[in-house]
């Protein structure tokens, strides 16, 4: 095997953690979660005397959002509190930022680090531990979730806005109901009825669950059927048409992972065994525009596409020639646009996912691909020589990152400058948008939100006859929206406050 260069970064080291039963009151805290997956990635590299020279934390759920903000205490520095747990003490302490691409982009940013010699050694790590939290707020538990170092962490800048007022007033907030609007679209794009694109999307996450089931770290190890998944009964409703609650991401788990990253020179140094090491071949951090509104369109992701393009290019290979394929899995139609995207079937014999998915594996939060990079690097270790892919994804199908895995030295790689193919992405524009529309056009995409199985009004994404793209609600009889075909739908448009309303014609 041709030996990499002193500075040639690789992934030594990988952790995962899942808890699935112990009570709230028994049950890790994020700094022990963290510190779990930390001292076992190092285990798992064979390294001795590790010295650190940076740690960065995936921002947790609870400083991402207001509404799972724990009432059990506050970490003022995760990073800090791994290193004086580890008894280590970095130069570099990063805490964020919000985002599943996280994970990705951190192993992108920090193996350039490495590249450069500003590093030798990168602790990345992150948590959920929205199952106990939850179950201990519901209970009235009063834990101690907490640690004041004195001390802030680094960020990694001002966090995009990726909703507008408008948006928000449309319904337009969580991924929850911006998700199922590009199913709808998909569905209509692959010319299928409603009904057979929720089949589709059935056969696709079986699947999932089948690797889920298979997985020591999933946090629902069951395999189910396509009709189960797709079937809105009992505890199975709808949340947003076209998905039931088998269909969504489930951000309720206690699951924790980390990896950890050196130069070359580090990995020798430290007695690293050859059997441990993959490198990073091809990478990419891209971004859609950043509002949903402003979109190209709701079947496609050019961000994906370019990106993707970009670390496989980098890497010298092509999609056929993946063995280890992780397509971030928040909602089916977050696999089925990147799948597109890449260039890769959606019954492709190799899967799609090596955890089991966000619905079925466990959404911890941003930290979700952390758990796909440690797959990765696992069956890359497994069958040397392999390629695997990473994608990562956050917001509304809104940032990712990607990562291209071998046991082969990688000592050319550079991480080239995201500006520079981002540009392209940047190009490409949408149609404007009128927030005041009135008059006549087509439905490009909707959902119907539910509430404990009820249909609320429908949000709708059109186009006027006029070429604007128009943000609507229909109020009138939501129900009937469901499984029949609505995509490209007549309507009549009339501005309002806050929200614009809209009649099928």
């Avoid at 190890?221 to 609650?245: H, L």
Wanted: with cysteine.
């Amino acid at each position: 095997m041709t030996k990499a260069n002193p500075r040639t970064p690789v992934l030594v080291g990988i952790a995962q953690f899942t808890d699935r039963d112990s009570a709230p009151q028994d049950a890790k805290s994020p700094l022990d979660l963290l510190e779990t997956v930390a001292r076992g990635a190092i285990a798992d590299s064979g390294a001795r005397n590790v010295a650190i020279d940076a740690i960065a934390v995936v921002r947790l759920f609870a400083d991402s959002a207001a509404a799972y903000k724990a009432p059990f205490g506050h970490y003022s520095n995760f990073p800090r509190s791994i290193a004086n747990r580890l008894g280590q003490s970095p130069k570099r302490l990063v805490y964020g930022p919000v985002g599943g691409n996280t994970p990705q982009m951190l192993v992108n940013l920090f193996a350039e680090s490495i590249r450069t010699g500003d590093v030798d050694t990168v602790l990345l790590a992150g948590c959920e531990p929205l199952r106990s939290q939850a179950k201990a707020q519901k209970a009235g538990l009063a834990l101690d979730w907490s640690d004041e170092t004195g001390d802030e962490p680094e960020t990694l800048g001002d966090e995009p806005r990726m909703i507008s007022r408008h948006e928000a007033a449309h319904g337009i907030i969580m991924p929850v109901s911006v998700y199922p609007m590009f199913e709808n679209a998909l569905g209509a794009h692959y010319g299928r009825t409603p009904l057979q694109q929720r089949v589709a999307v059935g056969a696709l996450m079986h699947r999932f669950t089948q690797v889920a089931a298979q997985n020591p770290y999933a946090a629902i190890p069951v395999e189910r059927s396509a009709e189960e998944i797709i079937t809105p009964e009992g505890d199975n409703r709808y949340i947003g048409y076209p998905y039931t609650k088998y269909l969504n991401a489930n951000m309720f788990v206690d699951q924790a992972a980390a990896v950890l990253l050196m130069s070359t020179q580090a990995a020798d140094k430290a007695g690293v065994p050859e059997a441990k090491r993959v490198y990073l071949h091809g990478s990419a951090d891209t971004h859609e525009h950043y509002l949903v509104s402003d979109r190209v369109d709701y079947h496609s992701a050019p961000a994906i596409r370019i990106g993707a393009a970009h670390a496989l290019a980098q890497a010298g290979i092509t999609p056929a020639d993946l063995g280890h394929i992780d397509i971030y899995s928040c909602f089916s139609s977050a696999v089925e646009i990147a799948a597109d995207m890449i260039g890769i079937a959606h019954d492709d014999p190799r899967g799609l996912t090596l955890t089991g998915g966000l619905p079925y594996f466990g959404g911890p939060g941003n930290n979700y691909s952390m758990h796909g990079i440690a797959e990765v690097v696992a069956q890359c270790r497994t069958k040397p020589g392999s390629w695997g892919m990473v994608t990562a994804n956050g917001g509304y199908l809104t940032k990712h990152s990607f990562g291209i895995y071998s046991t082969t030295p990688a000592n050319d790689w550079v991480r080239d400058d995201p500006e520079v193919y981002q540009a392209q992405v940047d190009a490409l524009k949408g149609p404007p948008l009128t927030e005041t529309p009135d008059g006549e056009g087509c439905i490009e995409a909707f959902t119907v939100m539910h509430e404990r199985g009820v249909p609320q009004p429908a949000t709708i994404i059109g186009r006027l006859d006029s070429g604007e793209r128009f943000l609507a609600r229909l109020t009138d009889d939501p129900a009937s929206l469901i499984d029949t075909p609505v995509i490209g739908r007549r309507v009549r448009a009339t501005p309002g406050t806050p929200a614009n309303s809209a009649v099928l014609i």
